[in-house]
């Protein structure tokens, strides 16, 4: 099979419609055919998520130990209203289209990267991951890390996660914790007066909790100035569960989160929130999503510096799958063409000069990393 143009791989991979709450098996169906006729073992992992398949791959190129992996996704989040989301269009040096930026083109830059390795210059193996369900908890991630019998014993020793970060490396990454805060009240037709509302339950410990808002943003205990911003990104959400105004609300929900980083007190601010709650009479439940980090100095990193001639790494707010692979993988880098100002949004793109920049960034690392 002949290896495909990135640009038509990455127009034709966008026009698969993969937001992550339906199955992507179409799109894994195709990756599956493309790898395997481009010379490499492919894996598949799937599993049910209410009814809709969800699929992962991964493939290997070349024998021998370790390597290099290159780990991308193929959900997107929505299509959203006033646009063709899944049709791609290129002009003026970009993809247009849903995912081509975060993260088909990226996807698509991997694979071709790969694909153009000589199998006799290899002496140790090259990995694509492509995993479901990104956008929506990292599961295809997790069941490649506890599943891959491909991998099993033999994991790349090195690896990209390959977001768009406009061909940066990125050494750290923030992580996510969500603090779930729970007033249970009585719900009453409000005439009656027989109630309690859980809504009037939780409001001091609103009133008090957003008292944090600027302590996170100023207390140096809190702030890591690796990264832009420094603080957290504290925010709050609230849910009620669309109670009308003739009624008392029998549950009231406010879902706080902060994104942890290193070398900052993450389970001091989790603390003053909870025992915060705990003060208010409130039931407090915490999820950590870990933050992604790595020396500056790892040979990852600076691998990548080298091959895509950055003077030095940098840090980004956002998460990635980065989190996942890095319990089995130490040398790991972020690195992929796009900027994450475009995920995600109305007229999505990516530049096409770094789609073709990323392919040859990618073959220098193979090439470093591989082939020695």
């Known amino acids: 099979m002949d290896i495909p143009d990135v640009v038509t791989l990455t127009k034709d991979l966008v026009a698969f419609p993969t937001p992550s709450r339906v199955s992507n098996a179409a799109i894994s169906d195709y990756l599956q055919h493309l790898l395997t006729g481009l010379g490499f073992d492919v894996e598949r992992l799937s599993y049910d998520d209410q009814g809709q398949e969800k699929v992962s791959l ?3 190129k070349g024998a021998g130990l370790g390597g290099l992996g290159f780990f991308s996704h193929s959900d997107t989040v929505p299509g959203d209203q006033g646009w063709n989301p899944f049709t791609p269009v290129e002009e003026g040096g970009r993809i247009i289209g849903r995912g081509s930026c975060d993260m088909k083109g990226p996807l698509a830059a991997t694979i071709v990267g790969a694909a153009r390795a000589s199998f006799t210059a290899l002496k140790h193996p090259v990995v694509i991951g492509v995993a479901a369900d ?3 908890g990292y599961f295809g991630a997790s069941q490649i890390v506890r599943e891959s019998r491909l991998l099993g014993g033999n994991w790349p020793t090195h690896a990209v996660v390959a977001e768009p970060t406009e061909l940066v490396p990125v050494y750290a990454h923030k992580g996510g914790t969500t603090i779930t805060v729970t007033a249970t009240g009585v719900a009453a037709h409000t005439s009656t007066e027989l109630g309690t509302s859980a809504n009037f339950l939780i409001a001091p410990f609103l009133a008090e909790v957003s008292g944090l808002a600027p302590v996170f943003k100023s207390d140096p205990r809190f702030l890591n100035r690796q990264f832009t911003p420094p603080s957290f990104g504290f925010n709050m959400v609230l849910n009620d569960f669309g109670t009308k105004l003739n009624v008392s609300a029998g549950k009231s929900v406010a879902e706080l989160s902060i994104r942890n980083m290193p ?7 989790i603390a003053l929130i909870t025992d915060m709650a705990a003060r208010h009479g409130l039931h407090s439940a915490v999820h950590i999503v870990d ?17 895509a001639a950055a003077l030095e790494p940098q840090t980004v707010p956002y998460g990635t799958e980065a989190v996942i692979y890095q319990t089995r993988i130490r040398n790991q880098v972020v690195l992929g063409p796009g900027s994450i100002k475009q995920a995600h ?5 990516i530049s096409v000069d770094q789609l073709h920049q990323a392919v ?3 073959g220098r690392l193979i090439a470093d990393i591989c082939a020695r």
């Open 263 to 269: 070398d900052v007190d993450n389970e001091g601010a």
């Open 291 to 307: 933050y992604f980090h790595v020396a500056p100095g790892n040979d990852m990193v600076q691998a990548a510096c080298r091959a």
């Open 360 to 362: 040859a960034i990618y």
């Open 345 to 349: 949004t109305v007229g999505e793109w």
């Open 58 to 60: 991964v493939a290997r």
């Open 134 to 136: 990104e956008e929506n």
